[in-house]
């Protein structure tokens, strides 16, 4: 009998109380006392292996399903959450099938002994016909399988990539749904509007970005606090291109770029909750999309901003920092609790005195009731709506499978809402800039079409628009429009 591996006993705890708690994967995995006691390998395959199989949770119950009897349809959640997180680690990790098949029958063992001959039956069929059905799928697709950073990762082969890329064909929504582990509306909407490449890589480990606060340090000191974390930091400027160093072609003499962006991917990211930096506002945790966005909110010397749907501030920090004088940042949330988090952020990084943060409901820009801090034309208003998150799948794992197309429906008519009271504060000629981290045409241009194409839109003209996939794709994809207020 094959001893259960210590990183798969943790990950299958994990996912039981990510199920009984209806609590978020990474939240569970930062918090776990479990997790510190593996070494860094083993630590890299649970959490692997616990964002995977609820990522795809949808996608392995067929899997599982096709080689399981009427009478097994209704399997005890624990030996559920073993059978999925074995079919996972069958089909989309690189384990040697027999090691993959045997410690997936332990998993099952572990939580009902009288499962383990079930398990044994269904695993290694699912290794027969599920596990080939994912490759010939990702050969398809030609997504290159899983980012070669993270650990326990599937690599097409030279062969696989040479006959995808020789294909040249609109991807499958069918491959699209089963290599990116998502419902098959979800892969159809993708690929109608271009992203099936995009939601296809949902499985993959995604690249750990942070920005400085440049606001407190210059670009090489920034590298150097992350060099001697020993975070491996690579400089990554908006065209995605890297440098060793702080100031990489491009750069201007103190390291930043155009837009005031100073950016690092790091290549050995896991110890970056352990060094302080986050903590202090030294460094943030931000996708270069993300980054992006907040770029195009950054007010001018002596300008006012307004930012909407603020959430953790982490944009509201990047915003201040990159300000000009005398500027002034008003953020606003619905969440109150968040607010909070944004301005001890702001405090932390040394800005309070640049920045208001207040609880306020953005549907009610427009409204006579507003507080103080809100009266007045804004020169910048960004508006960061709050939306599906399609874009970020990789980064948070439990969307595809709780996101239902109704959700869609609903959540672009809030976002529109909230646009058009916005726009009640955006002063003449002043900016007004729309943001998502979603990839669907419905929260994306079709809002900004709705709102130009109404009373609220009236006065205002569309600069660009468009979907951003900074650092040559493998950043998260945000959307953005700007428009311009050209009349009174």
């Known amino acids: 009998m094959a001893r259960l591996a210590p990183a798969r006993r943790v990950a299958l705890a994990l996912l039981g109380e990510c199920r009984r708690r209806d609590a978020r994967a990474r939240d569970l995995l930062r918090a776990s006392d479990a997790m510190v006691g593996l070494d860094p390998r083993d630590r ?8 995977g199989t609820v990522a795809a949770r949808g996608t392995l119950d067929g899997l599982l399903g096709a080689h399981l009897s009427r009478g097994h349809g209704r399997l005890e959640p624990r030996v559920r959450d073993a059978l999925r997180m074995a079919a996972f680690e069958i089909c989309y990790l690189d384990t040697p ?26 695993l290694r069929r699912v290794a027969e016909k599920g596990a080939p059905m994912v490759a010939a799928a990702r050969m398809r697709v030609g997504a290159g399988g899983v980012n070669e950073a993270g650990p326990g990762a599937v690599g097409a082969s030279e062969r696989e990539v040479a006959v995808a890329g020789a294909c040249k064909r609109e991807l499958a929504v069918t491959d699209v749904a089963l290599v990116g582990g998502v419902p098959e509306w979800l892969a159809a909407a993708a690929v109608e509007c271009g992203e099936g490449a995009a939601v296809a890589r949902s499985l993959e480990p995604a690249p750990v970005y942070v920005a400085a606060n440049v606001a407190r340090h210059t670009a090489d000191e920034a590298f150097d606090l992350l060099a001697m974390a020993g975070l491996d930091p690579r400089r990554v400027m908006s065209d995605g291109t890297t440098s060793d160093g702080a100031t990489p072609d491009g750069a201007t003499s103190d390291g930043t770029t155009r837009d005031g962006v100073v950016a690092f991917e790091l290549g050995a990211p896991a110890g970056l909750a352990g060094s302080g930096l986050v903590e202090a506002v030294d460094v943030l945790p931000a996708d270069l999309s993300a980054q992006h966005v907040a770029t195009l909110g950054v007010p001018g010397a002596g300008q006012r901003a307004l930012e909407v749907g603020c959430g953790r501030g982490t944009k509201t920090v990047l915003m201040a920092a990159a300000m000009g004088e005398g500027a002034h940042l008003t953020s606003c949330d619905v969440d109150a609790r968040k607010v909070g988090v944004a301005r001890g952020r702001v405090a932390c990084a040394g800005l309070a005195d640049r920045v208001t943060c207040l609880a306020w409901d953005g549907t009610r820009l427009a409204g006579d009731d507003l507080p103080e801090e809100l009266l007045g034309p804004f020169d910048v ?15 948070h794992p439990e969307i595809a499978w709780s996101l239902g197309q109704k959700d869609v429906v609903e959540l672009a008519d809030l976002q529109g809402r909230i646009l058009s009271a916005a726009v009640a504060r955006v ?61 009174a």
């Open 44 to 51: 890299a395959l649970a959490t692997r292996l616990v964002l």
């Open 381 to 395: 208003v960004l508006v960061d709506a709050p939306c599906s998150g399609t874009g970020t799948l990789r980064r």
């Open 97 to 122: 099938t027999s090691a993959a098949v045997s410690q997936g029958v332990e998993l099952v063992r572990s939580v009902s002994p009288r499962a383990a001959g079930l398990a044994n039956a269904v």
């Open 427 to 487: 002063a003449p000629g002043g900016r007004l800039v729309y943001s998502t981290c979603s990839l669907l045409p419905e929260e994306d241009e079709r809002v900004v079409d709705v709102f130009l194409g109404g009373a609220a839109g009236a006065g205002f003209s569309l600069v660009d628009q468009g979907r951003l996939h900074p650092d040559g794709g493998r950043a998260d994809v945000h959307f953005c429009a700007v428009l311009v207020r050209t009349g």
